[in-house]
C-alpha cells in the first residue's frame, strides 16, 4: 500500500484531463483492477470523443494512480469507468474522482448519473450510495469474464442545491492526508 508522505503534509493529488499519453499508466491500473480490461485502441477512441466524453487522471507526482471517464447522453451523465491503483486503494481517491467526475458532468450540463457495477463489489456500492446513487435494475450477465450481474445505479437531480450540500459533505469527507486538485 501506498504510504503517507513522511513529512506529515497531505499527499497532493492533482486531477487533470486525461491525455493519449497517459495510457501506459491508466492501462497499468487498468490491467490490474479488471478482469476484462479495456483496450489501448477502446481508451484512444473514448478520449477521441471529446464532445461526448470527459476522461480525468488522478496524479500523484508523475504517477497516474486512478483514473475515471464519463460520457454525456442528453441531461445524463454515465460512468463508463472509475479505478484506483491498488496501492492506492481505500485512501479516498475513489470518492475524489468521482467527486470530480459529477462536477466535471454538472460543468457540461448533466442532470441525472447513471452506471453500471458488479453486484459483488461492495467497496463500489458503497461509495456510490455515498453519492445518493439508488439501484434501479440488473443486468444480467453483464461481465462477460465472470459472468457477474450488473446493478444499475442512478442519482437524479444532481444540479439541484441538496446535492451540491451532499457534495460538499463528500468533498469534507475526504482524508486529511489528500490535498485534491482539479485542474480542467
Known sequence: MAQPDPSGQPVQVVVAPMRTKDLRGVLRIEEAVFPQPWSHRLFVEELSQRKTRAYRAAWVGRQIVGFAGQMFIDDESHVNNIAVDPGWQH???G??????LVRTGLARGARHLTLEVRVGNKAALALYRTFGMAPVGVRPNYYPATGEDALIMWARDIDSDSYAERLEAVEASLPADLAVTSRR
Open 91 to 93: 485512501r479516498g481517491l
Open 95 to 100: 470518492a475524489a474522482l468521482l467527486l470530480d
